[in-house]
């Protein structure tokens, strides 16, 4: 079956690729150009960009990264996904061979190890959070 999109070596994921075969199957069955893409295929492509990061996903399946970004911001919103603050547990000091990780639904991480000074860890997490992808 012929692919929409060329591959790259990065985007040679069996769950992608799949996709991509669905998402083809679906664009050649269809009667109209303009037919809006079915749910489950928009369900298939969420979950992908949650754990394949949104740009990749977009890519390997066809589809606008605005469209995709928005129906991964709605599916995070009706499943209640929000900033859950974890305060450190006292006496438990951040500081030399500390390491915080996180990663955000879209796919972005963003990994700190410490190696000793002071650094505000709340205030660069907050900025991580908050930017956009």
């Not at 928009?42 to 977009?58: D, F, M, P, Q």
């Not at 859950?84 to 955000?104: I, Q, T, Y």
Request: aromatic share 6%; charged share 35%.
């Amino acid at each position: 079956m012929k692919k929409s999109k060329k591959l790259g070596k990065l985007d040679k994921i069996p769950r992608l690729d799949r996709a991509c075969e669905r998402f083809e199957r679906w664009r050649q069955r269809r009667k109209h150009i303009r037919e809006r893409i079915p749910d489950g295929l928009w369900l298939l492509a969420t979950e992908l960009a949650e754990a394949y990061g949104i740009n990749r996903t977009a890519r390997v399946l066809g589809l606008q990264y605005d469209k995709l970004k928005e129906r991964v911001s709605e599916r995070a919103e009706v499943s209640g996904v929000k900033f859950v603050e974890v305060a450190p547990a006292e006496g438990v000091p951040f500081g030399a061979g500390s390491v915080v990780e996180l990663e955000r639904a879209g796919g972005a991480k963003l990994r700190i190890q410490f190696s000793g000074g002071s650094l505000d860890v709340a205030a660069l997490v907050g900025s991580f959070l908050e930017s956009r992808e």
